[in-house]
């Protein structure tokens, strides 16, 4: 029994492999993907038929004489998976079919993130609200869902450690309190390995097979896509590049101690400089708001910088000499294929931010190590994260694991 499950395993995944990659397949280019017979194949390739995950949807003449070849291909479209994204200023749901088409990308400006039983009621109700509001969609077709949370998520237990880790989430992990809630299988991820497992999966970056992947946003997250594997270490928390201890600043991070590189690499970090400087007597278009005691966003940052303020240019360029320098030592570790650059700050104008990053990054790493590592921006954008969260609800629905 165990040695079928995992010729089952191997062969599913070749065969969603080929349908991401060509959206269909033929019995032959499995089986010499995966070593075993046409006629094991053709067990399985039964089976998904069967199950409806699969269906017949052409026949190709190989040779002048004998029969057709079937090509195999998505049995039925109306099957869907749903990604939550969830940062401290917006949330974003977007539905993607198994055929790994986004749908639809919904956006809510106004939620705010807090650690609270009503937040997470917040999230279970924008699902179905999405659903409810598409046309020809129900809950029995959407198979699964996946959440992206910041922070430290351990995603192979469904427990997050940072937010909604709520008194009844110790004993109940949080990925059956949200399924309950919903109706609908859920599985939870760190926004971060998200985002890196879209970029990957969707992006140029797919032909590279060693990946660091930066979000740069309200905090740092690192990801990181290691001999084509999205990497997690011992309990799913690594990435966690902003809580690195390198600076005697004496500012206290969020996560509790002192000297983090988030302290100095971050929206929150800008946020915290330019209302400082603010109050110091310079001046921006930002003044009034600073003045006023609201609370500054990186969408308040990124309209400054297009709206040229000095300040918050300086500010944005001085962090981002910052990260290359630290990105610098990543570079001689990892020896990475390439650097994607992602997360809201990401989205300004190379000139103001990712100039800067690249170069700190050749300043400061070996030349031998940088030479052919392109640094770029996310192709994906702000959509990275939530088509991550649909393609890991959908790879992990349909074959327990990521591709």
Same mark, same amino acid.
């Given at each position: ?97 198994? =055929? ?59 427990? #997050? ?17 949200? =399924? ?16 890196? *497992? ?6 140029? =970056? ?25 990497? *997690? ?111 809201? $700050? ?7 931010? $990712? ?39 959908? #790879? ?8």
């Amino acid at each position: 029994m165990g040695n079928e499950n995992m010729v089952s395993t191997i062969i599913r995944k070749s065969i969603m492999l080929h349908i991401m990659r060509n959206g269909s397949f033929m019995t032959a280019e499995i089986s010499d993907d995966t070593g075993y017979s046409t006629t094991t194949v053709a067990k399985y390739i039964a089976q998904l038929i069967k199950e409806g995950i699969l269906s017949e949807i052409d026949k190709v003449s190989m040779h002048t004489k004998g029969r057709k070849t079937v090509r195999y291909g998505i049995g039925s479209e109306d099957r869907y998976f749903i990604g939550v994204d969830i940062s401290a200023f917006e949330m974003r749901i977007g539905l993607m079919d198994i =055929s790994g088409r986004m749908i639809k990308v919904e956006k809510d400006t106004d939620f705010r993130l807090n650690n609270t039983h009503d937040n997470l009621e917040e999230i279970c109700e924008g699902v179905k609200g999405l659903i409810d509001a598409t046309e020809g969609l129900n809950a029995s077709m959407v198979l699964g869902i996946n959440i992206n949370l910041p922070g430290r998520v351990n995603s192979s237990k469904g427990t #997050s450690a940072t937010v909604y880790a709520l008194e009844d989430t110790t004993s109940t992990p949080l990925v059956e309190i949200l =399924s309950d809630k919903i109706g609908i299988p859920v599985y939870i991820e760190n926004d971060t390995k998200a985002m890196t *497992y879209g970029e990957y999966m969707s992006g140029h =970056s797919k032909s590279y097979r060693n990946m660091c992947y930066l979000n740069i946003g309200w905090g740092l997250g690192l990801g990181l896509i290691l001999n084509g594997k999205l990497y *997690y270490g011992k309990d799913g928390y690594s990435g966690e590049f902003g809580h690195v201890n390198l600076y005697d600043n004496n500012i206290l991070c969020h996560c509790g101690k002192k000297g983090c590189l988030e302290t100095e690499v971050s929206g929150r970090a800008i946020a915290r400089k330019l209302t400082e400087r603010i109050q110091a007597g310079e001046t921006s278009v930002l003044s009034g708001k600073v003045r006023s005691g609201a609370l500054i966003t990186t969408s308040d940052i990124i309209q400054a910088v297009e709206n040229e303020d000095a300040l918050c240019i300086e500010l944005l360029s001085t962090t981002a000499t910052e990260l290359g320098h630290q990105l610098a030592g990543l570079v001689n570790i990892l020896n990475p294929d390439i650097i994607v650059i992602g997360g809201s $700050l990401s989205k300004i104008e190379s000139y103001y931010f $990712l100039q800067y990053t690249r170069l700190a990054i050749r300043q400061y790493s070996l030349r031998l190590m940088n030479q052919d590592v392109p640094v770029i921006s996310s192709e994906l954008g702000d959509d990275a994260a939530v088509i991550g969260a649909c393609l890991i609800a959908r #790879s992990k629905t349909l074959l327990g694991e990521l591709l």
